[in-house]
């Protein structure tokens, strides 16, 4: 207690955080803080101001939904994507020593050419080796494309590293922020999904590749077989060499697997991002027009923020908004009987200033997945060429495989793992699009019939604005949805068709 004022102190010292208030101790505070001064010392008076909004907000969102939840932000999508690529060595963006950087990227250099580099190698010289022979360079060209694949997006992901490191940032900028419980709800749904995601993608990549690593131990060879065609420069039929090999073939595989995989989920889950800000823009579109108990909520809260400069007559202030907000509700219900059915009750200025956060933030979304068509378009499509090629030849090794073998299985596995690799950006892309599409209806759903001729007029503005989808292009040739997927199907049952009747021809 303040010895001066008898009354409990806002804000304890200048380096805590302030306590959790409710509305009753923070009316109670306001009533009787006639003696609080910002010259007490307590904390610089630019701290104090963002501290006691901080508060406030946090009062407002429990009068409004009840007590507030923990913090969580649109960059908790992506931690995984963040955890493996910084120990691939690909993410050095949390790193703020420049020393400390240096050495990360010394390790991330070493790791890609190890790792990605040496092996991607060994395919490329099995490749000319064995060139000629259809069934040899369809058993290995699955993988080879799947790796040129990779490296093309992870160079890309490298090149652009900073365009990239600006689009995690953005994910928590301030209009992408929740505001209440509502919308971290929405945020909290992405979050979990795309987490779950990113787990069950893992792990079909360590699956399949767990499967590759059995299959040369359960077959029954004379001679000692690796999991995966590669060629080396040296034999590798001695007891040493061969374990090494082996262990080296799948380790390097397993990384540059999981590694693709949260390449593929990074902009996947970013277009996730995007699609939650649409739906909290549609909640906000639709809540444009709040009922008077909110309006006049807001009356309040925005009086309190004069304690900063007139804390000696906030309360006399409220009471007076509060009997002129009560008044002018009684007067339009006399003239307006449907009042009833749709609340009359209007703050212009406060309505404007929800539509023009609305516009800001459609124009944020927009921009944002904008940036995110550029950045990873080149590796989408390289991933979607590249995807129809790989079904075609994993279909067309299937039927050449025993439906009772392990490595029948195992290609299943991978086919899977491709199928789900480009139905991730298809259905994402598609999300998006339809959930744009809702915008308008949103924005029409509020109660405007009875708002005022100026609050129309700005409404139809933000309508026109946002009746056009937002799709994300291709190169240019074609949008992310789930059509798109459907065209990639057909055209590698195409190529297997073509290459099934090449093959028998040969045979015959």
């Not at 009062?59 to 931690?79: F, H, Q, S, V």
């Not at 590749?209 to 060629?231: D, G, H, Q, S």
């Amino acid at each position: 207690m303040d010895s001066t004022s008898g009354v409990t102190p806002l804000f304890q010292s200048s380096t805590t955080t302030p306590l959790y208030l409710t509305t009753r101790s923070v009316k109670a505070n306001y009533s009787s803080s006639n003696d609080y001064r910002y010259s007490s010392g307590l904390v610089p008076r630019r701290r104090k101001r963002k501290t006691l909004h901080r508060s406030l907000r946090i009062l407002d969102m429990e009068e409004r939904n009840g007590p507030p939840r923990r913090e969580i932000n649109a960059k908790d999508a992506l931690a995984v994507n963040l955890w493996i690529l910084r120990r691939y060595g690909a993410w050095a963006a949390d790193i703020g020593s420049s020393v400390l950087r240096i050495l990360y990227n010394v390790y991330g250099a070493a790791m890609i050419t190890v790792v990605t580099v040496t092996y991607y190698s060994t395919e490329l010289v099995y490749l000319y080796l064995i060139w000629g022979n259809l069934e040899a360079i369809t058993e290995v060209s699955f993988l080879l494309l799947t790796h040129l694949a990779t490296a093309v997006k992870l160079a890309n992901f490298l090149i652009r590293r900073e365009r990239v490191e600006k689009l995690v940032s953005d994910t928590c900028q301030e209009k992408f922020l929740p505001k209440d419980t509502k919308h971290y709800d929405i945020l909290r749904t992405t979050v979990r999904k795309a987490n779950k995601e990113n787990i069950v993608f893992n792990l079909m990549c360590i699956s399949t590749v767990m499967a590759w690593a059995i299959v040369p131990l359960v077959e029954n060879n004379k001679v000692r077989r690796l999991p995966l065609k590669t060629w080396f420069p040296f034999s590798t039929d001695s007891t040493p060499i061969y374990e090494l090999v082996y262990a080296y073939e799948i380790i390097a595989v397993l990384i540059n697997a999981c590694m693709n995989a949260m390449l593929d989920t990074f902009a996947s889950v970013l277009m996730a991002v995007a699609g939650c800000q649409v739906d909290v823009l549609c909640l906000n579109l639709t809540s444009l027009d709040r009922s008077s108990d909110n309006i006049r909520s807001a009356k309040e809260r925005r009086l309190k923020g004069l304690i900063e400069g007139e804390s000696n007559n906030v309360i006399a202030t409220l009471s007076v908004a509060k009997n002129r907000v009560g008044n002018e509700l009684e007067k339009r219900k006399e003239r307006l009987p449907v009042a009833k059915e749709f609340p009359l009750a209007r703050d212009d200025d406060l309505l404007h200033r929800r539509i023009a956060g609305c516009i800001e933030h459609h124009g944020s979304i927009l921009r944002f997945g904008k940036e995110i068509q550029d950045v990873f378009g080149i590796g989408i499509l390289i991933q979607f060429a590249v995807s129809s090629t790989i079904l075609c030849l994993t279909c067309f090794e299937l039927t050449l495989i025993s439906a009772t073998s392990l490595q029948f299985y195992s290609m299943l596995l991978y086919q899977g793992c491709m199928l789900f690799q480009i139905y991730c950006y298809c259905w994402h892309g598609n999300e998006l699009k339809v959930k744009t599409s809702q915008l308008t209806t949103a924005a029409f759903n509020c109660t405007w019939i009875t708002s005022s001729p100026k609050f129309k007029s700005s409404l139809r503005i933000v309508m026109c604005r946002v009746q056009r989808p937002m799709q994300l292009m291709v190169g240019g040739f074609f949008s992310l949805s789930l059509e798109t997927f459907s065209m990639i199907l057909r055209t590698a049952y195409s190529f297997y068709a073509v290459l099934q009747r090449v093959h028998s021809n040969g045979t015959n």
